[in-house]
């Protein structure tokens, strides 16, 4: 063990497992965490070259190769819970992001949710087999997050009672879905359904694409790997083309929206029910989102302990980098926003699972709160996240670039969550949207429940503070103050971008018009009511710590987070009278108190999410903090140094030699 991280645990001042126990749960679901995560550790199944050193083609077959054994093992064992097969797949190297993921995260659960109990009872037990892998295919090259443009047709013919699927346009060619390229044998295809001479709008089908005996693509069916992009090197995302390739009627999915044997359409009690499958996506990727952070402030907070450089007095010692000020503002603000997204994810997990309940009771009042939510929280964290990864590998220094960090890896696998499911500006837009409706719903007389509910504060508490005034709303040392501060200004950007579109609306031509010339406030409103939600969640959450010292450090990250956004958007706060110039002096001071109250937790605090070296697979991140000896192991492993002269020396530098 590094002296150093070994000298910065016995610096803490709260109890490791106890916080462990609360990021999981509780101390039940922490123990069985470890014990799934212990089984794949030991298993020499999974104990294969590193990743980094294959070829593409490789680590896919390497992947597919897990994913199979993976299943097989996990029914072995009996682990059908969500979080425990994720628990499980985390912690197998290349399997993060692999061949099989949409089938569990997509294919299955829209399965679960949108069929009939007829379609349930065939299909569920066929996927559950692996007898059909199944893919989700809704993007297409010309339209993504605007599914509603979406081409691909689904015509129903009453006289043999099918759906005929066609690709009509060369940008209507299904791209992207993974496991789509190679592995899967249906796809549920997202289409715009005819019938009776009229289009319905868009609804899912579950489409066979391959032969379920030979795997070989079936007449009509072009498919195929759409080739490498920015990382996930282990998954086949694919393209589909259709060409008259006929489905039964039972295929389409019929739980709500409903095409009869004689082609009459009957309408779903809701049209986002369609949806429902990206709404827990988007649920699921806040978690994802905190997940993707905490392993890259564990690598570079771990690194920082264990690195030394430079000189902060001539003559002394070189002292760990973790000492540097401006090191601690990189990281520790990235580490409190960690914390915050963690809690937001369990957050949205419960919620999701709430309002699920709610609409298979048959009440969908709910559903759109849970679809503006999600949109915009998926945007909010994946923005920040993305962004903080990389300030992550950069504090990292040189070492960061190296692929032995991992860093590089999280970044890369991480970034396309800004995109899919729902690009991240139009995801701020879509909770825009809902939050001008609340905001005229209020205006009209009506009382707000759930999360807008902030909006029902008469309009007097949220107009800025005039200049000469100068009494300010924010106690900076409070953080129920700073939730109220974060509340008023994102009800004032939501008044503020609602009457910029009420005033756009009396000179544009149109409501599109309008609504486009007012997108740059909408998504700030968006952004500022998203920003509210996170710094009352992780607020709400202190209130359900009983352990004092661990109330303690967590009360200073969330004061950390909360001021940190503050600086960070100084000029909104100013805008709506909630801070006074010379308090932006003070929050730059209490942020410099808050890094150093941190700095003897930092790297307990990152300990605390309890990332096994398997799962963390870094160099620099190991928690025996002995970066050197596992970074010079690691090179050596390098395919290029399997020979002391490499082919290409013979083949053409000594020709180029002999010739000068």
């Known amino acids: 063990m590094n002296p150093d991280i070994s000298r910065e645990r016995g610096n803490a001042s709260f109890d490791l497992e106890i916080l462990t126990n609360i990021l999981d749960g509780g101390a039940e679901k922490t123990r069985r965490r470890r014990e799934i995560e212990s089984l794949v550790i030991r298993d020499p199944d999974f ?48 399997l993060h992001h692999e061949p099989f993921g949409l089938h569990y995260a997509m294919f299955l659960p829209t399965i679960n949710s949108q069929t009939t109990a007829e379609q349930h009872r065939k299909w569920i037990p066929l996927a559950e087999l692996c007898q059909v892998l199944g893919t989700y295919a809704q993007t297409e090259l010309g339209h993504g997050t605007h599914i509603r443009g979406l081409e691909t047709t689904a015509t129903y013919d009453p006289s043999t009672q099918e759906f005929v699927l066609n690709s009509p346009t060369i940008s209507s060619i299904k791209w992207w879905p993974g496991g789509l390229g190679k592995t899967s044998n249906h796809a549920i295809v997202l289409a715009q359904l005819y019938t009776q001479g009229k289009c319905f709008g868009l609804h899912a089908f579950i489409t066979p694409i391959r032969c379920m005996k030979t795997h070989v693509p079936l007449p009509g069916v072009v498919v195929g790997d759409i080739g490498p992009k920015f990382g996930f090197d282990e998954v086949d995302n694919g393209y589909l083309k259709l060409e008259n390739v006929r489905i039964p009627r039972d295929n389409m999915l019929m739980k709500y929206a409903k095409v009869e044997p004689d082609g009459t359409y009957v309408k779903p009690p809701s049209d986002k029910l369609t949806y429902g499958t990206m709404v827990f996506i988007r649920s699921m990727i806040v978690g994802e989102s905190a997940r993707a952070l905490s392993k890259s402030c564990t690598i ?21 980098i973790l000492d540097y000020q401006t090191q601690q503002y990189k990281l520790f603000p990235l580490l409190a926003t960690a914390y915050a997204f963690h809690f937001v994810g369990q957050y949205m997990s419960k919620t999701y699972h709430r309002i699920s309940g709610d609409i298979n009771q048959g009440d969908f009042s709910g559903l759109p709160e849970l679809h503006a939510l999600s949109a915009g929280l998926k945007a909010f964290t994946t923005w920040a996240a993305n962004a903080g990864i990389e300030v992550c590998r950069m504090a990292c220094g040189g070492h960061g670039y190296s692929r032995c960090s991992s860093l590089p890896d999280i970044y890369v696998t991480f970034t396309p969550t800004c995109t899919y499911e729902g690009e991240n500006t139009v995801m701020m837009l879509q909770t825009a949207r809902y939050l001008v409706k609340s905001y ?15 909006l029902n504060e008469p309009q007097s508490r949220i107009q800025p503070q005039s200049v000469s005034s100068r009494p300010t709303v924010v106690n900076i040392n409070d953080l129920v103050s700073l939730v109220e501060a974060y509340k008023l200004r994102a009800a004032k950007f939501v008044e503020m971008a609602a009457k ?25 409103a968006s952004d500022a009511h998203c920003h509210y939600v996170v710094v009352k969640l992780f607020a709400s959450k202190l209130s359900e710590i009983g352990d004092t010292a661990i109330h303690s450090v967590l009360s200073t990250l969330a004061l950390l987070y909360a001021l940190h956004g503050v600086q960070q958007n100084s000029g909104d706060f100013l805008q709506t ?64 140094n399997r020979t002391e002269v490499h082919e290409s020396y013979h083949k053409y530098l000594k020709p180029l030699q002999s010739k000068l």
Not at 308 to 315: A, F, K, T, V
Not at 440 to 454: D, E, M
Not at 583 to 607: C, F, H, M, T, Y
């Open 500 to 524: 910029s579109l009420q005033m756009e609306l009396q000179h544009s031509k149109s409501n599109e018009d309008a609504w486009n010339n007012t997108s740059i406030d909408l998504v700030r």
């Open 577 to 640: 009278g909630q801070i006074s110039v010379p308090q932006l002096a003070q929050i730059s001071q209490r942020l410099k108190g808050l890094l150093s109250e941190l700095r003897p937790n930092a790297v307990s605090l990152v300990d605390a999410f309890d990332y096994r070296d398997e799962m963390l697979n870094s160099s620099l991140g190991r928690y025996d903090g002995n970066v050197y000896e596992h970074m010079f192991e690691w090179a050596k492993r390098s395919p290029l």
């Open 300 to 320: 570079a907070i771990r690194y920082s302990a264990v690195r030394h450089q430079s000189e902060l007095r001539p003559g002394e010692p070189e002292p760990q």
């Open 440 to 454: 005229k719903q209020v205006r009209a007389g009506q009382h707000l429940t759930g999360i807008v509910s902030y």
């Open 47 to 94: 104990q294969h070259e590193d990743l980094n050193f294959l070829s593409r083609s490789e680590r896919y077959d390497a992947a597919v190769k897990k994913s199979a054994q993976m299943i097989v093992k996990l029914r072995e064992y009996g682990i059908s819970d969500p979080e425990e097969i994720y628990s499980y797949k985390s912690v197998v190297k290349g």
